[in-house]
């Protein structure tokens, strides 16, 4: 959480997080965040990637957008159901899709969601600085990508993060 404060801090100064990119295989970052997590949630994670997706990236940061998405789906999703997290390339673009069911989240909640210290008022009784998505979409910007969500009664929420398969370097 401090972390995420100075981070929160830089940004607002102007000032960029500091990334170290390298190659970054993130099928199997995927895999390894979802093994840590699923020690403190339980089996609720469900990964559907069908293909080794290899980009240039900072590992350390992707890592910390996919805890964030998938224990916010866990927080904020219905108890006791699936959390699908699904990585697929699409010709020259990487979709990452962090799904969970519950209630929706509304328009005018969703407008406001990747704002530094803004939460929504269904997010008032769980700990938090609102921080987290504001983080995971300077990150994701940074990685020349998007995140955006989808909400809907009876579908579910997903978080859709989509990256440009970037060009690896070799050495």
Known sequence: ????????SRL????????????????SLLLEVVEDLSFAYGDRFVVVSNAAIKSNCSR??????????????????????PITLTLEQI?????LIIHNEGNPISSDAQSILFQQFRRTTSAEDQTGWGLGLFLAKSIIEAHQGTIEVESAEYKGTSFIVKLPKLAIQKS
């Open 60 to 81: 350390k940061q992707m890592q910390r957008v996919i805890e964030n998405l998938a224990i916010n789906a866990v927080k904020y999703g219905a108890a006791n159901t």
């Open 91 to 95: 010709g020259t673009q990487i979709s």
């Open 1 to 8: 959480m401090i972390q995420n404060l100075l981070d929160a």
């Open 12 to 27: 607002r100064a102007g000032q960029s997080l500091k990334f170290e990119f390298e190659e970054c295989s993130l099928d």
